[in-house]
């Protein structure tokens, strides 16, 4: 099975940044994509962006295009989630997950951290 753990949650004013980490264990990224998700309280589930182990590729969606980058540490086998120019409108707890490239299902999940973006 693989376990994901997220780390780098914390409380930032508006216009800062914050850079969350996303590390798996028991397996490597090989094979898989990785997403970012968030969930405001009473609020569905918001997909944020996904990067490709392989090649790196990424896609965001459009309320964090340019403000936010994801990035792949070889290295390291974690997946970072840069948020730049934070919003009160990006407070959420943030999730990342994984897939494998043969699926369209996200089927692992983290436990997930809170971002507070205070005005």
């Known amino acids: 099975q693989v376990q994901l753990v997220e780390s780098g949650g914390g409380s930032v004013q508006a216009g800062g940044s914050l850079r969350l980490s996303c590390a798996a264990s028991?397996?490597?990224?090989?094979?898989?994509?990785v997403g970012w998700f968030r969930q405001a309280p009473g609020k569905e589930r918001e997909f944020v962006g996904a990067?490709?182990?392989?090649?790196?590729?990424?896609y965001y969606a459009d309320s964090v295009k340019g403000r936010f980058t994801i990035s792949r540490d070889v290295a390291k086998n974690t997946v970072a989630l840069q948020m730049n120019s934070l919003k009160p409108e990006d407070t959420a707890l943030y999730y990342c997950?994984?897939?494998?490239?043969?699926?369209?299902?996200?089927?692992?999940w983290g436990q997930g951290t809170q971002i507070t973006v205070s005005s």
């Open positions: 990067l490709s182990w392989s090649g790196g590729s990424t």
């Open positions: 028991g397996r490597t990224f090989s094979g898989y994509a």
């Open positions: 997950a994984a897939r494998r490239l043969t699926t369209n299902e996200w089927e692992y």
